[in-house]
């Protein structure tokens, strides 16, 4: 199995910019996370989904973070306009579950953004 | 409010220095307790879920308990190529899959 693959690995943009962060779960797995990582805050839930569907999104900073996920193989987000302080690394992961019971989260590379 | 919390922030050891890193949690009602693997670069690696107080589960050198409010992560013989960051998280019940991670322990093993 290929694992989570997440796209691009790094991004490099300016305050202002819209940005979008791309990640492809793992074949069969119903859950898919979106993490933000920073040395300030550790790893951070934003929102999960299951079954394509969002579950929580009371992690997602504010109205400039969105987050999609069209089908069971892709998944975006997105933060319109970026600021200096969204710069952090993005982590996407999946999981199965197996009679209602929630099974291990698998974590992609990330995402290294910086916003200058 | 659950709250996970990791110690020491770091840890120098020498090669086959045996130690343990702990993790504290605070619950409302705890379904499980992870363990990950974090190399520099990467994402988390998933090493253990641990469920219930009294829990061990081992991999190599590592074996991971548990008790009511809190976690260890015993390593036995360290070797430099477990150097990485250890991090810890909870899941609580009726929160769906969310985890809840510590700040994590950046251990570092010299030969």
């Known amino acids: 199995d290929a694992g989570v693959i997440q796209s691009p690995r790094h991004e490099v943009t300016e305050m202002g910019q819209e940005v979008t962060l791309r990640c492809k779960p793992i074949?069969?797995?119903?859950?898919l996370f979106w993490y933000r990582q920073t040395m300030m805050r550790g790893l951070e839930l934003l929102i999960y989904?299951?079954?394509?569907?969002?579950?929580?999104d009371s992690g997602m900073p504010e109205d400039r973070f969105s987050a999609k996920m069209p089908n069971a193989s892709f998944s975006t987000l997105k933060i319109q306009p970026s600021e200096p302080r969204d710069s952090a690394v993005y982590f996407c992961?999946?999981?199965?579950?197996?009679?209602?019971?929630?099974?291990?989260?698998?974590f992609g590379p990330g995402t290294r953004l910086t916003v200058l | 409010e659950d709250q996970v919390t990791q110690s020491p922030e770091a840890l120098r050891l020498q090669e086959g220095e045996s130690s343990s890193l702990n993790c504290s949690y605070t619950?409302?009602?705890?379904?499980?307790l992870f363990w990950y693997r974090q190399d520099p670069g990467k994402g988390p690696e998933f090493l253990f879920t641990?469920?219930?107080a009294g829990e061990e589960k081992e991999k190599e050198r590592l074996k991971a308990t548990l008790t009511k409010k809190e976690s260890f992560l015993h390593i036995t013989a360290p070797k430099p190529e477990d150097s990485a960051t250890y991090l810890c998280?909870?899941?609580?019940?009726?929160?769906?899959?969310?985890?809840?991670f510590g700040q994590g322990t950046e251990l570092s093993v010299k030969p």
């Open positions: 619950v409302s009602g705890l379904r499980g």
């Open positions: 641990l469920y219930s």
């Open positions: 992961a999946s999981s199965g579950s197996s009679g209602g019971e929630y099974n291990e989260q698998f």
């Open positions: 074949s069969g797995h119903d859950y």
């Open positions: 998280a909870v899941q609580a019940k009726g929160q769906g899959g969310k985890l809840i």
């Open positions: 989904f299951n079954n394509n569907v969002p579950i929580d």
